[in-house]
């Protein structure tokens, strides 16, 4: 089975630009939350989907959002890029329910905003 | 805020050395899970533990969760330098979809 995979690994964007982060879960997963990883402030939940709704969400301004797609698939969108926003992005899949549901990770998406 | 605190927060120690890492909470968990994530990659489960007291090996690596569910530890013993890596754990709820995590535990083994 196929693990979580995110594109693109890497990103390079400029302070007010916009960026758009793919995640792909594990086949058969529901829910899909997105983490914001800097060396400072260790893993931030940033928000959760599962069956395309927003389940939860961190504390992050309105500038994240996110969506998810019917086949599970999600988007992150950052919009009016800041230079604190560079970080790594993780993504995690799992089945979004039961008492041991445990989180998969991806890769990560690097974002560097110059 | 249910907070999960790790400690240490760094440990250095030399190849062939037992070491224990703990994760401790005020709050409930349904689940825990330990992560071990290196550096620009996401993190890669290692174990989840479900029961009160329960205890997994998974080769030189021994997890424990508190009777009360609400802490454990990971033992590793003739640490190697391929142990070194941010080990993390992380909290479940029931139905809940987010995990709170720890701040992690840098470990360096030197050969």
């Known amino acids: 089975k196929a693990g979580v995979t995110q594109t693109p690994r890497y990103l390079i964007k400029t302070r007010g630009q916009q960026v758009t982060l793919s995640c792909s879960p594990i086949?058969?997963?529901?829910?899909v939350s997105w983490y914001q990883q800097t060396p400072g402030q260790g893993l931030q939940f940033l928000f959760e989907?599962?069956?395309?709704?927003?389940?939860n969400k961190g504390n992050f301004p309105g500038r994240f959002s996110g969506r998810q797609f019917s086949n599970s698939r999600s988007e992150m969108n950052v919009s009016t890029l800041e230079l604190g926003d560079s970080a790594l992005y993780l993504c995690?899949?799992?089945?979004?329910?039961?008492?041991?549901?445990?989180?998969?990770f991806g890769p990560g998406t690097r974002l560097t905003v110059l | 805020t249910q907070l999960l605190e790790q400690s240490p927060q760094f440990l250095s120690i030399q190849e062939g050395e037992n070491l224990t890492v703990y994760c401790n909470s005020s709050?409930?968990?349904?689940?825990l899970q330990w992560y071990r994530q290196e550096p620009g990659e996401g993190p890669v489960l290692l174990v989840t533990?479900?029961?009160?007291?329960e205890v997994k090996k998974l080769k030189r690596l021994t997890f424990q969760f508190g009777d009360a569910r609400k802490d454990s530890s990971l033992h590793i013993t003739a640490a190697q330098p391929g142990d070194t890596g941010l080990y993390l754990c992380?909290?479940?709820?029931?139905?809940?979809?987010?995990?709170?995590f720890g701040d992690g535990t840098t470990l360096t083994v030197k050969p």
């Open positions: 995690a899949s799992s089945l979004g329910q039961g008492d041991a549901d445990t989180q998969y």
């Open positions: 086949s058969g997963h529901r829910s």
């Open positions: 989907y599962f069956s395309e709704t927003q389940r």
């Open positions: 709050s409930v968990f349904s689940s």
């Open positions: 533990v479900v029961t009160g007291g």
């Open positions: 992380a909290g479940a709820h029931t139905n809940a979809g987010k995990s709170t």
